[in-house]
């Protein structure tokens, strides 16, 4: 059994929730690997316009001061990550507990297939492809969708068909020598018997 990821310990930890605590400990940890002064961080930011000056930088590393989606935005383009990167911690192995709230612990590999928009951070058993596909799709940009549209399209469409199998809801009726299952919507879901030739 892996131990749990605790969120860096903050010199104000009341009100600072764990990501917030990953955040501070991530701009350090990345600022630190590319060799940045906080002096050449605030210069970065700058030059995107967005300023938090060095001092602003040491207390968000310390925990003194929280990170709003703007600084976390500039963050991620001055250390060439993405946001997800602040977001979560390291950790040794992908099934590392990741507390996200005070509630909610992932595994690190379903805290970062939530935070890339890969899947739900909870799916349930029923209809499972069916959530993930419905999850990308509200994750991704309209100009994005039309891929993962037609996947979840089609997977309703399997589901549908395969509750109308099982209830044996719709209607039946014979064409053309055949019988045929209906959904309730009136899409064909089954067809039995031999074709006619014509």
């Known amino acids: 059994m ?11 930890p009341s009100g600072w929730g764990p990501v917030s605590r990953y955040v501070a400990a ?7 690997d590319r ?12 030059e995107l316009g967005h300023s938090i000056p060095a001092t602003g930088i040491t207390r968000i590393e310390k925990g003194e ?11 991620g383009l001055a250390l060439n990550v993405s946001p997800a990167a602040l977001l979560l911690p390291p950790t040794e192995d992908s099934e590392t507990p990741v507390q996200l709230t005070g509630q909610v612990d992932l595994p690190a590999r379903k805290a970062w297939a939530w935070v890339d928009g890969d899947e739900p951070h909870a799916p349930t058993d029923r209809d499972r492809y069916g959530q993930v ?11 994005d ?14 589901t549908s068909d ?11 009726s014979m064409e053309n020598g055949q019988l045929v299952l209906r959904s309730d919507d009136g899409r064909e879901v089954q067809r039995l018997g031999p074709a006619k030739e014509g």
């Open 2 to 12: 892996t131990a749990k990821t605790p969120p860096p310990e903050s010199p104000k």
């Open 26 to 32: 991530n701009v350090l940890r990345f600022r630190t």
């Open 35 to 46: 060799g940045l002064s906080t002096t050449r961080l605030a210069a970065a930011l700058k």
């Open 65 to 75: 001061r929280r990170v709003d989606t703007d600084d976390l935005v500039a963050l």
């Open 133 to 143: 596909l419905r999850f990308r799709l509200d994750s991704r940009p309209e100009w």
């Open 145 to 158: 969708r039309d891929p993962i549209r037609k996947m979840y399209n089609a997977v309703l469409k399997e």
């Open 162 to 172: 395969r509750n109308a199998l099982a209830s044996q809801s719709g209607t039946f």
